[in-house]
């Protein structure tokens, strides 16, 4: 017997004369597969059946041979009931992937399933919900493992597989008899549907990692830059964001990579904060790569994923430990490498101390740029004071020139620590209210502020020397990392698996 059509179905129901022919149930299921007999009608076809008018037509070879066409489809219909592994990979990160497998059961069948339990050999593996982060303060409970579905007599395995280029990515399963075949790729195409324009990352400003925070934008601190820093990071980084069309009309490369440099609180995190905001809101993705919490190979395969993408590297220095300076150059070999696919990735990395990194990684063709940024002069400390100090609580007869001269020395942190003193020392004096701020206010914080610069300025910077006992633990780290990558497991469901446990998760080849 031949795959029945949903309409067919739903026909059959509503003619039959019986008082209870049809339930809210089967009405609901029908019109399920209904629906995805539509969606699948082009996309897979029968194996060697045609459905088409009202006769019967046999192939000429078997003329006289009614018997062997009897046998063919009393075969062929044992075979359609006959429970087959259905599986397609998606590139994009597993949470993508089943928050995206969530909303097509919803969009298709008004349901997201029943978590299924899978006896194996080792126990029953039970189904999950995992909370996973969506927007800034924003989660989702999305299905993970096992979802059983009834209409298509499925069941659901979401997974992570490995890929070669990409690195962990979602994987979907199914386990359902043949003739489920073309309803089931149709749904496979709509979830790849749900994360091409529906994804939770694409177009976001996240941090790297198995399971990414989603950075608030919304909320940046004011910062005064000089007009030559401005219009280098607008020239090497925002334009490209802004007027991404006009540059690829014009074949300008959108791959960049761009060391912003300078002593602390220069204000080097917040102009990757403001590319972010740049990016997002002209539809490129911001992937934030924490020092110590991410891995910036992985944060640049995830870029490949959802390009056109911006990495931003914090520290860029610490990287290269040791003598082993040539990581630096080994991640410009990956950015490379990524962007010669044709992969649009721009790379922003920070760095306090420019004088560690090797002088081949600063030649043109391995950075395409090197921003410097420096101290305030007294423009910017006006700028900065104003962008700080609301209009109307602002003195008119500030004396600027007086001020700068106190402020003498301050990078952007301090500057705006100053200041914020000074606010301070308003409302303490007014008893709560904050008052006009005087050109006196801010010359007393700075004031107050001065001998800490100074301790700053005359510390030693901090050197983490290993002893002994961490560098032989760091090698057996290392060493039991080589190992377990490189070793086959066979997990609960029976199923070989490496030793990359992304995402906390057992992880398919």
Do not use: C
Not at 173 to 182: D, F
Not at 408 to 417: R, V
Request: aromatic share 8%; no cysteine; net charge negative.
């Amino acid at each position: 017997m031949s795959r029945t059509n949903g309409n067919e179905i739903l026909a059959q129901l509503e003619q039959d004369s019986r008082p209870a022919a049809m339930t809210e149930h089967e009405r609901q299921a029908a019109q399920i597969l209904a629906a995805l007999d539509k969606l699948g009608q082009t996309r897979v076809g029968e194996d060697g059946l045609i459905f088409r008018g009202t006769q019967f037509v046999l192939p000429e070879s078997m003329r006289g041979q009614v018997g062997a066409a009897v046998r063919y489809l009393k075969d062929y219909e044992e075979q359609q009931e006959n429970e087959f592994q259905f599986s397609r990979q998606f590139h994009y990160r597993p949470w993508d992937g089943a928050a995206a497998f969530q909303r097509a059961m919803r969009r298709v069948f008004g349901s997201s399933g029943v978590g299924v339990p899978i006896k194996t050999f080792f126990g029953k593996v039970l189904p999950e919900f995992r909370t996973v982060n969506v927007g800034v303060n924003d989660t989702l409970s999305v299905p993970w493992r096992n979802v059983g579905f009834s209409p298509l007599e499925a069941t659901f395995q979401l997974t992570a597989s490995n890929h070669e280029e990409y690195g962990v990515v979602f994987s979907l399963g199914v386990t359902a008899p043949r003739k489920h075949r073309a309803r089931i790729e149709a749904f496979f195409d709509i979830v790849a549907q749900e994360l091409k324009d529906g994804s939770i990352y694409k177009g976001k400003a996240f941090t790297g990692g198995a399971e990414p925070l989603f950075l608030d934008l919304d909320n940046l601190p004011p910062v005064v830059y000089s007009d030559e820093v401005l219009t280098h990071l607008d020239t090497n980084m925002w334009s490209l964001l802004r007027y991404s069309d006009t540059m690829r009309a014009n074949r300008i490369s959108l791959k960049r990579a761009v060391l912003v440099e300078g002593p602390y609180g220069t204000g080097k995190t917040l102009a990757g904060m403001l590319t972010a905001r740049e990016a997002v809101a002209h539809g490129w993705t911001f992937i934030l790569a924490r020092p110590g919490k991410d891995d910036l190979f992985e944060v640049l395969q995830t870029a490949q994923l959802y390009a056109p993408a911006v990495v931003w590297y914090e520290d860029i220095d610490t990287i290269a430990q040791g003598s082993d300076d040539m990581q630096i150059s080994r991640l410009l070999d990956a950015l490379d490498g990524i962007t010669n696919k044709g992969t649009e990735v721009l790379a922003g990395f920070t760095t306090n101390h420019v004088s560690k990194i090797q002088k081949g990684v600063l030649r043109p063709g391995r950075l395409d740029a090197v921003i410097h940024v420096g101290g305030l002069d007294r423009v910017g400390y006006e700028k900065l004071i104003r962008a700080v100090v609301p209009g109307d609580q602002l003195d008119p007869d500030v004396n600027f020139d007086v001020v700068a001269a106190a402020f003498d020395g301050f990078l952007p942190a301090f500057a705006k620590e100053a200041i914020s003193r000074a606010m301070a020392y308003s409302i303490s004096r007014h008893r709560g209210e904050l008052g006009v701020i005087a050109t006196e206010d801010l010359v007393h914080a700075a004031d107050g502020l001065r001998p800490q610069l100074q301790l700053m300025n005359d510390a030693v910077e901090g050197v983490s020397r290993p002893t002994v006992g961490s560098t032989f633990a760091e090698l057996v780290r290392a060493e039991v990392r080589d190992t377990v990558n490189a070793t086959k497991f066979v997990d609960s469901d029976g199923d070989v698996t490496t030793g990359d446990y992304a995402y906390g998760l057992e992880v398919k080849d």
